[in-house]
């Protein structure tokens, strides 16, 4: 099983950027999808994209559509959020996932991960 560390939260001002990093341990990190999703205050956990293991088809949720990109370095062990143009909306915690399945499959969120991070805060200020 992958165990996974995210890194490179913070506080940034509105219209700023962040990216951040999902260190993975484990051989088999390039056989496994990968997402990130956050969570805010009193509200669930929601997706927010996903890339999969061997063509880097990438699945984003419409509400960071065009501002935030995911990407992989599986010679890294790594995943990336890179997040532009964030609003105060966008303040959450964000949590790093990964299953041997389909972005889409993770965005419907219908079945727990083989594998979460800790989570890593992320803070908007307006």
């Known amino acids: 099983q992958v165990q996974l560390v995210e890194s490179g939260g913070g506080l940034v001002q509105a219209g700023g950027s962040l990216r951040l990093s999902c260190a993975a341990s484990?051989?088999?990190?390039?056989?496994?999808?990968m997402g990130w999703f956050r969570q805010a205050p009193g509200k669930e956990r929601e997706f927010v994209a996903a890339?999969?293991?061997?063509?880097?088809?990438?699945y984003y949720a419409d509400s960071v559509k065009g501002r935030f990109t995911i990407s992989r370095d599986n010679a890294k062990n790594t995943v990336y959020l890179k997040m532009n143009s964030l609003k105060p909306e966008d303040t959450a915690v964000y949590y790093c996932?990964?299953?041997?399945?389909?972005?889409?499959?993770?965005?419907?969120?219908?079945?727990?991960?083989?594998?979460w991070g800790q989570g890593t805060l992320v803070t908007v200020s307006s």
């Open positions: 996932g990964a299953d041997r399945t389909t972005v889409q499959a993770m965005g419907r969120m219908d079945q727990p991960l083989d594998a």
């Open positions: 890339i999969s293991w061997n063509n880097g088809r990438t």
């Open positions: 484990g051989r088999t990190f390039s056989s496994y999808a």
